[in-house]
């Protein structure tokens, strides 16, 4: 079980973690619509090949730091109600160190291993 002393901790990194995703997140949405204001009649096919492939990939980044984003705010709204750090399939404590390495984990490791 985790301590205060650690707890608070996790709930610093969290926060921190919320903070730098939202930015990462909002210069992903600059980066697109100046993208979709560049697209100009002289592109050949190749440039235009390029650019979608560039856009397409900001896109599928902005969505999974949305994706993690969702799941740093979940566990934040678990530390509130006193659930944090424990499994969300089998309802065992979580191994602090797996908090450690990715604090917003919602699952132990035998469940995380049985999902994917």
């Known amino acids: 079980m985790l301590n205060e002393k650690e ?3 996790l709930r610093r990194r969290l926060e921190e973690e919320r903070e730098r995703l939202r ?3 909002l210069e992903l949405g600059e980066m697109l619509r100046l993208g979709d204001r560049e697209i100009g009649s002289a592109e050949d096919d190749a440039d235009i090949a390029a650019r979608t492939i560039s856009y ?3 896109l599928a980044l902005m969505e999974s730091e949305q994706e993690t984003l969702a799941e740093v705010e979940t566990a934040l709204q678990a530390i509130e109600e006193g659930t944090y750090g424990r ?3 089998c309802g065992r404590e979580i191994e602090p160190a797996r908090l450690e390495a990715r604090p917003y984990a919602r699952r132990c490791i035998v469940c995380q291993e049985r999902e994917a």
């Open 56 to 58: 397409d990939g900001l």
């Open 23 to 25: 930015n990462h997140i």
């Open 7 to 9: 707890l608070q901790k």
């Open 87 to 89: 499994c969300v399939s």
